[in-house]
């Protein structure tokens, strides 16, 4: 079964650059690693998507090494905004289409100050 | 979010009775989602419809049921409310259409159900 480790909990300041990493040692071969953010009392919102390498959007950048066993996503100069939990998302390798189980990590709390 | 729909947004009932959630989507999405998050567990997902009366069970769908009569409304059911299902519970839509393996959902903004 596929299992996904994110760290707990993160502190950054407005301006920099944050890194979080998402372990995935066992996922399906041809799904995508996907990455949430979830504010208090909303649902978690679609961020970044991507295959294999780096995926640029206008909000994150998300780097996926050769052997997909992790992904890092990359939040540029973040702000006070930023603070949130976010969440790695990758598919089971067990499964096809909709039966496939869809792997939910327990999110990073990233905590940014002024 | 635009398009998604949760209600009531809050809700507490006694154990025993019955409960129903309510997710309405105006995008004319096939696939819709139940999911409940819980501290320490994350987002688990309770049952899913991939069309109108084509529902399948998720990885925690005991107690629950589901039913999808129109394409814009999918409705979640607590048939007899129990303190452990107190939660946050989420609908979400696939966009695009969950044909292929991409995770791209948009989530209603939850339900806090409390059982008492």
């Known amino acids: 079964l596929a299992k996904t480790t994110q760290p707990i909990s993160m502190d950054s300041y407005e301006g920099q650059e944050v890194n979080i990493t998402c372990s995935h040692n066992n996922i399906a071969t041809n799904d995508y690693i996907t990455w949430y953010q979830q504010f208090p009392s909303q649902g978690p919102r679609f961020i970044i998507q991507g295959y294999k390498t780096k995926v640029t959007n206008e909000v994150a950048s998300l780097f996926i090494p050769a052997d997909r066993k992790s992904s890092t996503l990359s939040l540029p100069r973040v702000s006070l905004s930023d603070t949130a939990v976010y969440y790695c998302?990758?598919?089971?390798?067990?499964?096809?289409?909709?039966?496939?189980?869809?792997?939910w990590g327990l999110g990073t709390s990233l905590a940014v100050n002024p | 979010d635009a398009g998604i729909t949760q209600s009531p947004r809050h809700k507490v009932t006694e154990t025993g009775t019955p409960v129903t959630l309510r997710c309405h989507q105006t995008?004319?999405?096939?696939?819709m989602y139940w999911y409940r998050q819980d501290p320490g567990h994350g987002l688990r997902l309770i049952h899913y419809s991939y069309g109108v009366k084509d529902t399948d069970k998720g990885e925690v769908s005991d107690g629950y049921s589901v039913s999808r009569s129109k394409t814009e409304d999918f409705l979640l059911t607590l048939e007899s409310a129990t303190s452990s299902q107190t939660s946050v519970y989420f609908c979400?839509?696939?966009?695009?259409?969950?044909?292929?393996?991409?995770?791209?959902?948009?989530f209603g903004s939850g339900t806090r159900l409390t059982v008492v």
């Open positions: 995008e004319n999405h096939r696939y």
């Open positions: 998302l990758v598919g089971d390798p067990v499964g096809t289409g909709n039966n496939r189980k869809l792997i």
């Open positions: 979400a839509i696939s966009t695009p259409p969950r044909t292929t393996d991409d995770y791209g959902y948009t």
